[in-house]
């Protein structure tokens, strides 16, 4: 087979991508993640703050969930702004692989992302890599980040609020310490509740309000290599 019918045959596999993704996220998938909306900022920390936020959390009720090593690799998309990722994450010597997408909806005046993600194969995870490469001409965009996870019950008492405490390598000068505060919320539920819910915690772990970091780390990615 020439190289040229080679690169045919994944462009037009390329083509199927929605379709498959589609049946990857469907309703008869058993352990699917339903869609919601991840209402979560981000702030950049120094190395003082990012020593001293653990015992903050513990004292303000927070338990540590989680330490995991995480390698994201981005693939090609069709719509602007829209995100399809391939997380390879390692915690208790266990690894697995997640497949995320996210899309930009405005909810009260501001952007949030509605996320789907179901945990894949390997194999599966690798095809859909060799897919993208294929289709982007050369090696995809990908950083790697050691988070610390901690969590508690947010103020309704029926869903967790998580605290990713992240050290983030292969961003060039964004590289460094963060902080991330996450709450999942239906794709109609109280969305401006979750936002005033994490400035206040953001306030009293940081001691001041400050402004979240507006990039996303794709983006800070793709900021890095220009």
């Not at 008869?28 to 979560?40: A, G, I, P, R, Y």
């Not at 909810?107 to 897919?131: F, I």
């Not at 206040?200 to 794709?218: H, I, P």
Request: hydrophobic share 40%; glycine share 6%; net charge neutral.
């Amino acid at each position: 087979m020439t190289k040229r019918r080679v690169s045919l045959v994944f462009r037009s596999a390329f083509r199927q991508l929605p379709k498959i993704l589609r049946r990857v996220f469907g309703s008869n998938c058993q352990d699917c993640k339903k869609s919601h909306l991840e209402v979560e900022r981000k702030f950049a920390i120094s190395k003082e703050e990012f020593r001293a936020l653990p015992a903050r959390l513990l004292a303000s009720g927070f338990q540590l969930t989680g330490q995991v090593f995480m390698t994201d690799t981005f693939l090609p998309v069709i719509t602007e702004g829209d995100m399809m990722r391939i997380r390879v994450e390692t915690m208790n010597d266990k690894t697995k692989q997640v497949l995320t997408r996210k899309k930009w909806v405005v909810v009260g005046g501001d952007r949030e992302r509605e996320e789907t993600e179901k945990e894949t194969s390997e194999l599966a995870a690798g095809c859909l890599l060799e897919l993208g490469e294929r289709f982007a001409g050369g090696p995809l965009p990908s950083f790697s980040k050691d988070r610390d996870l901690y969590s508690r019950l947010a103020e309704d008492d029926h869903h967790n609020i998580v605290v990713a405490l992240d050290t983030a390598d292969g961003l060039g000068d964004y590289s460094g310490h963060y902080m991330e505060i996450e709450l999942l919320v239906p794709v109609n539920g109280d969305v401006q509740a979750a936002r005033q819910q994490i400035a206040s915690l953001a306030s009293s772990l940081l001691g001041d309000e400050r402004a979240f970091v507006q990039l996303s780390y794709q983006e800070m990615l793709k900021r890095s290599t220009l």
